[in-house]
């Protein structure tokens, strides 16, 4: 076990400040209603007590929009010139046990494999992530079901909330790193401080309404089975196909590659957040694999809960519950698992 | 480590008119050289900037050394665009991208029966000019190829001109209808193919449009052919070619990286949605 140290809630803004002035700072940022992970700066409102944030901090490592290169067009001649992307390293702070988990589903799609992704990977290498534990977890929650531990969120450093304190605790060599360097803000503490918060976190994640969700058919054997069971007939109908879902996800990661006149002779061409729900995603010239809503609905659930277990040997949904807070028609992966899971 | 989303600058040395709507790009890099070297079956992304980029199947052989090709339907927006080009214009290209068809491993000193329809005829052009050019290592080679009338025939000139001519080799044409300008068989591939009646000492690569390979695919089995001993291509509308975007998908594979090349049995455990 590594150290445990503490700071004084009071002083966390210092704490930001010393950050801020070595790196790029994002924190769950208070803005009216909404709670967003943001650039850390003087006139900000941080706020750690909010459950999850309303979009996630994928785009910290996959930005919604970012240029690839651009191609200049000069008499038929054509120019390429790669996008030159700042990577300088950053932390981000508070992000909860479900967005870690996603980070590492995103790791596995944009890490592995004949081809690492380029900016992804140098976003990563470059961040350190600060977790937080969920105090207070929400009724759409369903983490526990994929087996994640709120009450020991993990990432470079975890993070407690406890009696006016910020309890911190390095879960790596980087982190372990970060610490030493603003060790003179912290106090150390007795390793038992947090065990209360923790008991009580998991005792609170045990009475929520999804925790236990019938995940035992969900197994690569099955995928076929799941794949044409005829609960999808009924199940996409109220789908509005407006991507919502995949938007607010954070282990939704596709992405469409776009061009556009940056001006006279100039063509960026850029990536950006793409949806599975979307008609067009998958049509071409001779005719659309995934014909109806129905063929789109069923690709970003079996590949949630199939196809990424079966490449990974993990879920492809974290339990975050943005899904069910965000459909304007209530569906969400909580009424797929019930009806397919067999409840 | 670079950006395999960035492309190189390719320059059009030569077209061929094969068809109305199909035409044959000869294309080198900003040098003169080859852009990239590659294996019969993978493809390359092609783009004109402003215009779109899209997936096509590399048509000439890993053995030519000096140049590649891409036979190109004009089907929209971009393909559209590449056939107003002309010798000398430039378009970008990156690649090779997508496995291949196993010509050093499980398809050496086979007999090979070739089945294509149409366009589809591009990815197997360069496995059968890939097993011309080294002629001993492989059996006896059928090839059987349909179109819809003789217009529609790409590579004909090349086909009865020089492959036609190549040791153990037979080529059987056909086409949908009766046509004027036709001597040759006039019927469907999947009817032709009945009339031929292949023995099953052979591997088959089958390439075409979705109701020919399931006609075909449904008489291989009923000669007495394995699905393991027929591989084929597949088709999915592709934005990064690297396995990143994830638009690719059949089930749990990427066919822009675990593709586009399958032998048939493995489609089975796959989702039905291609
Ligand atoms: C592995 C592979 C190999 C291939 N090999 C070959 C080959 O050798 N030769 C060949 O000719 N073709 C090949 N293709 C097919 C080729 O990629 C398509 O024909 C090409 O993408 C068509 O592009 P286009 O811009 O001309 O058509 P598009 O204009 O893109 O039209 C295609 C369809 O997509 C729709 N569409 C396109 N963009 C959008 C958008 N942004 N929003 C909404 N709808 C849109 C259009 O409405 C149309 O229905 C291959 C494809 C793959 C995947
Ligand atoms: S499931 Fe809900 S959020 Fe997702 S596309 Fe359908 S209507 Fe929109
Ligand atoms: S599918 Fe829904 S609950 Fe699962 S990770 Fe995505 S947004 Fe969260
Ligand atoms: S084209 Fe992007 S994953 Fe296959």
Known sequence: ?343 | MRDFQIPKVGIITEIFEETPDVKTFRVVDESGAKAFDHMPGQCAMLSVPGVGEAMFSIASSPTNTKFMEFSIKRVGVLTEHIHKLEPGDKLTIRGPYGNFFPVDTELKGKNILFVAGGIALAPVRSVIKYVFDNRADYGYVDILYGARNPEGLVYRKEIEKSWADKPNTNVFLTIDQHDEDWDGHIGFVPDYFKKIGFSTDKLVVMCGPPIMIKFTMALLLEMGFKKEQVYTTLELRMKCGIGKCGRCNIGPKLVCVDGPVFRTDELDNLPDEF
């Not at chain 1, 596995?108 to 937080?132: C, P, Q, T, W």
């Not at chain 1, 369903?142 to 990432?155: E, I, S, T, V, Y």
């Not at chain 1, 998958?282 to 069923?298: V, Y």
């Open chain 1, 1 to 343: 076990m590594k150290g445990l140290y503490k700071i004084s809630t009071g002083e966390l803004d210092g704490l930001f400040a010393e950050i801020a002035r070595e790196m790029r700072l994002y924190a769950p940022l208070r803005q009216g209603n909404e709670l967003n992970f943001g650039l850390w700066g003087a006139s900000v409102t941080v706020d750690l007590h909010g459950l999850k944030t309303d979009n996630t901090p994928k785009d910290l490592f996959l930005p919604q929009s970012e240029d690839l290169y651009s191609a200049s067009l000069k008499g038929g001649d054509i120019k390429i010139n790669p996008a030159e992307a700042e990577f300088a390293p950053f932390v981000v702070f508070g992000v909860k046990a479900c967005d870690i988990k996603a980070t590492a589903v995103l790791d596995n799609i944009f890490l592995k494999g004949d081809f690492v992704d380029h900016n992804y990977k140098l976003r990563r290498e470059n961040a350190l992530i600060v977790s937080l534990a969920c105090n207070k977890p929400g009724m759409s929650c369903f983490c526990a079901a994929f087996n994640l531990d709120a009450a020991a969120p993990g990432g470079d450093i975890a993070t407690w909330l406890c009696n006016e304190y910020l309890y911190l605790q390095a879960q790596n060599e980087k982190g372990e790193g970060f610490i030493k360097q603003f060790a003179h803000l912290l106090q150390e503490a007795e390793e038992g401080e947090i065990a209360p918060i923790q008991a009580e976190i998991r005792e609170k994640i045990a009475a929520l309404p999804y925790s236990e969700l019938p995940l035992e058919n969900f197994t690569p054997e099955n995928m076929l089975k799941l794949f044409n069971h005829e609960n999808w007939n009924i199940l996409y109908k109220a789908c509005l196909g407006c991507g919502i879902c995949t938007y607010i996800c954070p282990t939704c990661g596709c992405y469409d590659i776009r061009d556009f006149e940056a001006k006279c002779g100039e063509i960026q061409r850029f990536r950006c957040w793409d949806s599975c729900m979307y008609p067009d995603f998958t049509l071409m010239a001779h005719g659309n694999p995934r014909i109806s809503q129905k063929e789109r609905f069923r690709q970003r659930f079996m590949h949630k809960l199939a196809y990424h277990p079966e490449k990974f040997a993990e879920y492809g949904c974290v339990g975050c519950g943005r899904c069910v807070n965000k459909c304007p028609v209530s569906l969400n992966i909580v009424k797929i698992i019930k009806s397919l899971g067999g409840e």
